[in-house]
């Protein structure tokens, strides 16, 4: 008796010593989610260690669910995209990627996979918001220290924090990345419940973030964004007479008052551009709209061409990983990446995997919004993918660690939303306290 008392507290230690660790790793790899650099020519973020090691730890204590069918996708990407680099593409560019190039895409290929696999668990634990909460704190953090640096003339660490001395990136090693990943992490502070004065102070330190990165893309993916929530707000919410009533009022005000802010743009552009030089960059989105896509260092329309040129190169297989800027270069003298996800995936994957693969999302989202059981994590995660979508339109996010991560979580939470559709309502009554569970870590 006294052994078997003994080994059950050994096993409560151990369990006790597990848990603790996966949480630590958890929030450091959460806080670490706004970092990228290059490190000998490799794009890394230290999120990708303590994602690992949480990996490990839930094979290591046999928790982990793989899920048969991304893992089955998975696969046939990567027979796709290794046997299209090593055979077909040589045999019509005459071209042959190098083992490395190979070796380092395929190795993001199963980084972002294991993301999916970590998410897709975190469901399970009820660690989903623990993890968007820290990512989301660290986010506006580092978004307010560039508010500080900006305002007070602060060059500390600058060629760190700043692209070109001028446009705030935070530690990421892109500041049109570094303002989606803001927009992304200001929604747990819009969708949670907390006092009004925080949510206004994370809504300002995200605007002048997204500001001083002198960003386009985060320009057009926040005004994307609000727009989603307004029209969700307009079309979904039920209101109230007096409510309706005064928000006609404020939408009459507003109308008075646009011919007074069209006339005074000149003065708030050159006021802004005085204090935020990167403004400069995004006030061509409201002077030239058409230029703001091909001049000032974007280039967008040369990229998108390129790459629409490569998909139709290889439309059915793609042209692989590893192999994307080489053969851009060699045949249309452009190295740069395709600045768009929808079109890198489809030059890489082939047209049919990536119209799946996109589809599947769409679904994931359109279940997220009808799912039966009402749960605001589900909502969080579904608005950072549509962020992060928008945000494809410009920039090419299909390595966002972030993107894997989160779709992992909905996915596995859209499965148990599905149990509790199928549930009866005895089983229903157990099943919906996994999911209030979740809120006490919103404090």
Same mark, same amino acid.
């Given at each position: 008796m006294v052994f078997v008392k003994l080994h059950s507290l050994e096993a409560n230690s151990y369990n006790h010593r597990n848990n603790l660790l996966f949480k630590a790793a958890l929030i450091i790899m959460a806080i670490l989610l706004h970092q990228s650099q290059v490190i000998l020519g490799i794009n890394i973020s230290f999120s990708d260690i303590f994602c690992f090691v949480l990996f490990l730890l839930l094979l290591i204590n046999k928790e982990a669910r793989i899920p048969v069918a991304p893992t089955i996708f998975f696969l046939v990407v990567s027979i796709t995209v290794l046997s299209s680099a090593v055979f077909f593409i040589p045999a019509i560019v005459m071209y042959n990627p190098s083992a490395m190039s190979l070796a380092n895409d395929y190795m993001k290929l199963v980084a972002i996979f294991i993301y999916f696999i970590v998410g897709y668990n975190l469901t399970e634990k009820r660690y989903v918001l623990k993890t968007i909460k820290w990512y989301s704190r660290s986010g506006i953090m580092i978004g307010g !220290?560039?508010? &500080?640096?900006?305002?007070? @003339?602060? @060059?500390?660490?600058?060629?760190?924090?700043?692209?070109?001395?001028?446009?705030?990136? +935070?530690?990421? &090693?892109d500041p049109n990345y570094f303002s989606v990943l803001q927009i992304s992490a200001f929604v747990y502070f819009s969708r949670v419940e907390m006092k009004m004065r925080y949510k206004l102070a994370a809504f300002f330190v995200l605007l002048f973030s997204v500001l001083i990165s002198g960003s386009k893309t985060g320009i057009m993916t926040l005004i994307g964004y609000f727009t989603f929530r307004?029209?969700?707000?307009?079309?979904?919410?039920?209101?109230?007479?007096?409510?309706? &009533? +005064?928000?006609?009022l404020v939408l009459g005000c507003l109308l008075i008052l646009i011919p007074v802010v069209v006339a005074s743009l000149d003065y708030i552009f050159q006021y802004l551009s005085n204090v935020v030089p990167s403004f400069s960059r995004i006030q061509l989105l409201f002077t030239d709209f058409s230029g703001a896509f091909s001049e000032n260092g974007s280039g967008r329309t040369v990229t998108w061409e390129v790459a629409l040129h490569l998909i139709q190169l290889s439309p059915l297989i793609g042209i692989g990983i590893g192999t994307y800027s080489s053969i851009a270069n060699e045949l249309f003298y452009e190295n740069h990446i395709s600045h768009n996800t929808f079109l890198q995936l489809s030059s890489e994957w082939g047209l049919p995997l990536a119209f799946l693969f996109f589809m599947y999302i769409l679904i994931i989202l359109w279940k997220a919004t009808t799912a039966r059981v009402n749960?605001?994590?589900?909502? #969080?995660?579904?608005?950072? #993918?549509?962020?992060?979508? !928008? +945000?494809?339109?410009?920039?090419?996010?299909?390595?966002?660690?972030?993107?894997w991560l989160v779709l992992g979580a909905l996915v596995s939470s859209l499965k148990q939303n599905d149990s509790v559709k199928n549930a009866g309502e005895k089983d229903v009554q157990e099943i919906l306290p996994l999911y209030q569970k979740e809120k006490e870590y919103h404090a």
């Open positions: !220290l560039g508010t &500080i640096f900006t305002l007070f @003339h602060i @060059h500390y660490l600058s060629s760190l924090l700043f692209f070109d001395n001028t446009r705030y990136r +935070g530690l990421m &090693i307004l029209c969700e707000y307009i079309l979904l919410k039920r209101k109230g007479m007096l409510v309706i &009533i +005064g928000q006609l749960n605001s994590t589900n909502t #969080i995660l579904r608005d950072i #993918i549509i962020i992060l979508l !928008l +945000g494809s339109l410009a920039i090419s996010l299909n390595n966002a660690r972030i993107l």
